[in-house]
Nanobody, 124 residues
Framework: QVQLVESGGGLVQAGGSLRLSCAASQSTFSIHAIGWYRQAPGLQRELGAAISSSGGLTNYADSVKGRFTISRDNPKNTVYLHINSQQPADTADYYC?????????????????WGQGTQVTVSS
């Protein structure tokens, strides 16, 4: 069974940086687009960033543009999310999700496999 495992979360001070990783247990990972979602306490899950299967196309939420960078290393079956200039509003559980397709879906319904999440806490 394919699994997605997130890592890299933790406690960071405002203005700091983190790199989150999403590792897949299967080589077919490279044919799927991947998204990073986040869910802050009491709020709905929202898309932070997504990347197509080849890595040639990326998509970012307006709230994170210029601070988040998504990338992937297909030979390593891993997608990364670099978060710079962190803000307390970035405090959330971060989840990676595998799309049903090679392209970035228009909604969360297009993602069929989710990881368990990694927690990011930004202190002010």
């Amino acid at each position: 069974q394919v699994q997605l495992v997130e890592s890299g979360g933790g406690l960071v001070q405002a203005g700091g940086s983190l790199r989150l990783s999403c590792a897949a247990s299967q080589s077919t990972f490279s044919i799927h687009a991947i998204g990073w979602y986040r869910q802050a306490p009491g709020l709905q899950r929202e898309l932070g960033a997504a990347i197509s299967s080849s890595g040639g196309l990326t998509n970012y939420a307006d709230s994170v543009k210029g601070r988040f960078t998504i990338s992937r290393d297909n030979p390593k079956n891993t997608v990364y999310l670099h978060i710079n200039s962190q803000q307390p509003a970035d405090t959330a559980d971060y989840y990676c999700a595998r799309s049903r397709y090679s392209y970035i879906p228009s909604s969360s319904a297009g993602y069929a496999l989710w990881g368990q999440g990694t927690q990011v806490t930004v202190s002010s």
